[in-house]
């Protein structure tokens, strides 16, 4: 039902930036010393600036412009030389001043891309239109009758990065977010907590009938702050579309919101033009002039960044490109990965079995219990005592993947786990010749049809094997062996 349609999809993603003072006062961006956004007091984070008092004037924070610079760099735009913080006028009262400071036709960064893994193994270039810096605005809070307003997040510094309309599907714009997330985390430009709506996205939807070029008329759906909600987002959405131009009628440009709850998108206001901002640039502000040697000194100070980090990880342990890009695109689930392999050397066949615990039994016990990496209940460490036994043969695969589920659910050391549930394989083919020769001794007729020609029948050796072993036999030396003893 859905193939006769296409769906175009352009995301604006705001970025929260972790600088320590506003964009354009000094008053605390964030909490101190690891206080929640929850905890603050209201309106104690404001200056005069924030709170739009008569006289005040704005001045711009050095490390927002670093901070937007190397976002640009590390997504391949172009830096302005000259850019220009114009005035959005809006008028709602957790905005003060009567108009949001932003960049208009003259943002810092232009013309960028970022590439995107997906599950089916190919990759796709979404295009960056641009970003650019602009402020936050306060929070209405509405109580019973009456409403107050919180002005502690106003003119906390965001980057706005704006993708071409180049998705096709709810799973490339996720895949878009994910990768962008990982960039800004891996810079350290923003703190990247979802909850707080450090990474937050409107994402602009149209469908059109296959095989038509025109773009249709989109819808922009606001604010969704988690991954799994903008993928739910979208695909209501597309669904919702296609319902209203199969019936007749026509899509509406407008404003939409997104009810987690019933999983569904809701019209809140028809979409403002451009030109209903009346923007003109600040005349409070000069133009921002960058040298180029700023920014080539900027690009210098650059870290490894995931997608230089999944290429390593691939030709040390040659990772498929997908898993390389799961471990990657979280920076504590890479730095994770690491650390359970140090000091135990470059072994590709080891370095591809950890991937594969983590990627697999790991990450499922972690997506069970809704945590990430750093609410993990097994140690990388633990992971690393694990590997280690791995790579002596001393348990196989299956093994540690049970041991982890153990260690996750009851707790414990690998040691005693191993020992309690006696894990160990038996990789010493004075243990496993007996009892092959018994099978082989007991199933003549299967014998004879192998040596025929049967070589299926391989499997039921081995698979007999390992049941007379508990499952404890090496796979890799009992498939050896079991050939070696059919052949006579
Ligand atoms: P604004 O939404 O602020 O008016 P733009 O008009 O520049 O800003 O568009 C913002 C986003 O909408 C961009 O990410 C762009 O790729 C996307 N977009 C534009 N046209 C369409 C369309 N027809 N369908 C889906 N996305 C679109
Ligand atoms: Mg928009």
Request: glycine letters at 8%; proline letters at 4%; aromatic letters at 6%.
């Given at each position: 039902m859905q193939s006769e349609f296409e769906a175009v999809i352009g995301l604006e993603v705001h970025v929260q930036l972790a600088t320590e003072s506003k964009v354009f006062s000094r008053a605390r961006s964030r909490p101190e010393g690891g206080r929640s956004v929850g905890e603050e007091l209201v309106n104690m984070n404001t200056s005069p600036v924030d709170t739009a008092q008569p006289g005040t004037l704005p001045v711009l924070n050095k490390k927002v412009v670093e901070f937007a610079i190397k976002a640009g760099l590390a997504t391949g735009c172009e830096i302005r030389p000259k850019s220009v913080f114009s005035r959005k006028h809006y008028f709602y009262p957790d905005l003060p001043k009567g108009y949001q400071i932003s960049q208009y036709d003259l943002p810092i960064c232009e013309h960028g891309k970022l590439e995107i893994e997906l599950k089916n193994g190919e990759s796709k270039t979404i295009t960056i239109q641009r970003i650019h810096i602009e402020e936050d605005a306060g929070k209405n809070l509405h109580m019973s009758g009456y409403s107050l307003v919180n002005l502690n997040r106003a003119g906390v510094p965001l980057i706005e990065v704006v993708s071409g309309p180049d998705m096709r599907s709810s799973e490339e714009a996720v895949a878009y977010l994910k990768s962008l997330y990982a960039i800004v985390t891996y810079l350290g430009v923003c703190d990247g907590n979802l909850q707080e709506g450090n990474f937050r996205c409107d994402a602009n939807v149209s469908v059109r009938k296959r095989g038509v070029e025109k773009f249709g008329t989109r819808a922009e759906i606001k604010n969704v702050n988690s991954f799994r909600f903008v993928e739910k987002a979208i695909d209501y959405e597309i669904l919702r579309q296609i319902e209203v131009v199969k019936s007749g009628g026509t899509v509406i440009q407008?404003?939409?919101?997104?009810?987690?709850?019933?999983?569904?998108?809701?019209?809140?206001?028809?979409?403002?033009?451009?030109?209903?901002?009346?923007?003109?640039?600040?005349?409070?502000?000069?133009?921002?002039?960058?040298?180029?040697?700023?920014?080539?000194?900027?690009?210098?100070?650059?870290?490894?960044?995931?997608?230089?980090?999944?290429?390593?990880?691939?030709?040390?342990?040659?990772?498929?490109?997908?898993?390389?890009t799961v471990l990657t695109q979280d920076k504590k689930l890479s730095e994770y990965y690491e650390e359970s392999l140090g000091g135990i050397g470059n072994s590709k066949e080891l370095g591809k079995k950890v991937a594969n615990l983590i990627t697999s039994e790991l990450a499922r016990l972690l997506n069970d219990a809704d945590l990430d990496i750093t609410g993990s209940k097994v140690s990388a460490k633990q992971i690393r005592e694990i590997a280690k036994l791995l790579s002596d043969d001393s348990v196989s695969f299956s093994m540690a993947k049970q041991i982890i589920t153990i260690l996750w659910t009851e707790g414990g050391d690998v040691s005693s786990v191993v020992e309690k549930h006696g894990f160990k394989q038996m990789s010493d083919t004075s243990s496993l010749e007996p009892i092959i020769d018994k099978i082989i001794a007991e199933n003549e007729k299967n014998v004879q049809d192998y040596r025929a020609g049967k070589e299926k029948l391989i499997g039921f050796f081995v698979g007999q094997a390992m049941k007379a072993t508990g499952g404890k036999a090496n796979p890799g030396m009992l498939q050896d062996l079991v050939k070696k003893k059919l052949k006579g």
């Amino acid at each position: 039902m859905q193939s006769e349609f296409e769906a175009v999809i352009g995301l604006e993603v705001h970025v929260q930036l972790a600088t320590e003072s506003k964009v354009f006062s000094r008053a605390r961006s964030r909490p101190e010393g690891g206080r929640s956004v929850g905890e603050e007091l209201v309106n104690m984070n404001t200056s005069p600036v924030d709170t739009a008092q008569p006289g005040t004037l704005p001045v711009l924070n050095k490390k927002v412009v670093e901070f937007a610079i190397k976002a640009g760099l590390a997504t391949g735009c172009e830096i302005r030389p000259k850019s220009v913080f114009s005035r959005k006028h809006y008028f709602y009262p957790d905005l003060p001043k009567g108009y949001q400071i932003s960049q208009y036709d003259l943002p810092i960064c232009e013309h960028g891309k970022l590439e995107i893994e997906l599950k089916n193994g190919e990759s796709k270039t979404i295009t960056i239109q641009r970003i650019h810096i602009e402020e936050d605005a306060g929070k209405n809070l509405h109580m019973s009758g009456y409403s107050l307003v919180n002005l502690n997040r106003a003119g906390v510094p965001l980057i706005e990065v704006v993708s071409g309309p180049d998705m096709r599907s709810s799973e490339e714009a996720v895949a878009y977010l994910k990768s962008l997330y990982a960039i800004v985390t891996y810079l350290g430009v923003c703190d990247g907590n979802l909850q707080e709506g450090n990474f937050r996205c409107d994402a602009n939807v149209s469908v059109r009938k296959r095989g038509v070029e025109k773009f249709g008329t989109r819808a922009e759906i606001k604010n969704v702050n988690s991954f799994r909600f903008v993928e739910k987002a979208i695909d209501y959405e597309i669904l919702r579309q296609i319902e209203v131009v199969k019936s007749g009628g026509t899509v509406i440009q407008e404003t939409r919101g997104f009810d987690s709850a019933k999983g569904q998108t809701f019209s809140m206001r028809s979409k403002e033009e451009a030109h209903d901002y009346r923007y003109f640039p600040d005349p409070d502000l000069p133009p921002l002039i960058l040298k180029k040697a700023q920014i080539e000194s900027i690009r210098g100070s650059l870290p490894e960044l995931p997608q230089a980090k999944r290429d390593r990880f691939i030709s040390l342990y040659d990772l498929s490109k997908y898993d390389a890009t799961v471990l990657t695109q979280d920076k504590k689930l890479s730095e994770y990965y690491e650390e359970s392999l140090g000091g135990i050397g470059n072994s590709k066949e080891l370095g591809k079995k950890v991937a594969n615990l983590i990627t697999s039994e790991l990450a499922r016990l972690l997506n069970d219990a809704d945590l990430d990496i750093t609410g993990s209940k097994v140690s990388a460490k633990q992971i690393r005592e694990i590997a280690k036994l791995l790579s002596d043969d001393s348990v196989s695969f299956s093994m540690a993947k049970q041991i982890i589920t153990i260690l996750w659910t009851e707790g414990g050391d690998v040691s005693s786990v191993v020992e309690k549930h006696g894990f160990k394989q038996m990789s010493d083919t004075s243990s496993l010749e007996p009892i092959i020769d018994k099978i082989i001794a007991e199933n003549e007729k299967n014998v004879q049809d192998y040596r025929a020609g049967k070589e299926k029948l391989i499997g039921f050796f081995v698979g007999q094997a390992m049941k007379a072993t508990g499952g404890k036999a090496n796979p890799g030396m009992l498939q050896d062996l079991v050939k070696k003893k059919l052949k006579g």
